[in-house]
């Protein structure tokens, strides 16, 4: 006998959808490469996520595709976190601690079919780009088109925003459709990829709450120091929206503080 309660999928779009409506006016800060400090609240952050929805599926993104990011703890990170996997892909971050060849390795193991990078770390892409067998796209953070690289099929992140719509109808899957992807690092032989469900990121993100862990409430700041681009920076980007927590992401430099002003 089945209990006569609702069966509700635990998938992440509703996680963003609630703080967007319970905590609207919420802040949220990024700090940038340049050391420059942009706040915005979990409704802005919501409007943008669905404008990225529209644009991946203008790139060719569909269900069970992999995305790939090379990306710090910033907001257009935290955007990608929600976007990707809502609209049925799976985000896999990328460890900017990787060698070459191991980078090399997981991207083409994993078939990323694009790439979001930071500007600051475009560099390293460019290294390795040729070797690279499935990627066909590769979309730049935090610059514009004045910005050179000998990347092929590039894209400019907040221009491809711009033109899209700030309402998205999200699909509905089952919550065990995978999310997230993450490759081990420091290990024997290649890294060996892990593979997050929405079910998984959703429960770990209460979780980590509770008292017995992190503690969080929705009235406490959150410091996300620990990297977004290795093991889902412990979930924080998930639970702080659950919550309702405001989130600091410190972008590459954690040595100067963030300023109030």
């Not at 514009?144 to 221009?159: F, I």
């Not at 290649?190 to 969080?216: C, D, T, V, W």
Request: net charge neutral; glycine share 8%.
């Amino acid at each position: 006998m089945n209990g006569l309660m609702m069966d509700f999928p635990l998938t992440l779009n509703y996680i963003i959808q609630r703080a967007s409506l319970m905590n609207a006016s919420r802040e949220l800060i990024s700090k940038s490469a340049d050391g420059s400090i942009r706040r915005y609240t979990y409704l802005d952050c919501y409007r943008r996520i669905c404008r990225l929805a529209h644009v991946l599926g203008k790139l060719g993104i569909s269900k069970g595709d992999r995305v790939g990011t090379l990306a710090w703890n910033g907001r257009e990170h935290l955007e990608l976190y929600y976007g990707v996997p809502c609209m049925g892909a799976v985000l896999h971050t990328l460890n900017i601690r990787l060698s070459e060849d191991q980078l090399i390795y997981v991207i083409n193991h994993a078939e990323d079919q694009i790439i979001f990078v930071d500007a600051i770390l475009v560099p390293i892409l460019e290294k390795i780009a040729s070797q690279l067998k499935s990627v066909k796209k590769y979309v730049i953070l935090g610059a514009h088109s004045s910005l050179k690289t000998t990347l092929s099929s590039v894209y400019y992140y907040d221009e491809l925003l711009s033109k899209e719509s700030e309402d998205f109808e999200w699909p509905t899957f089952d919550e065990k459709l995978a999310a997230g992807l993450c490759y081990t690092s420091g290990t024997t032989g290649n890294p060996k990829g892990a593979l997050y469900s929405h079910r998984s990121q959703f429960l770990h993100a209460m979780g980590i709450s509770m008292a017995e862990a992190l503690g969080m409430r929705s009235t406490d700041t959150v410091l996300a120091a620990v990297p977004m681009f290795h093991a889902n920076a412990w979930g924080l980007p998930y639970a702080s929206a659950l919550l309702g927590a405001q989130l600091v992401l410190p972008g590459p430099t954690l040595s100067r503080p963030i300023s109030r002003n």
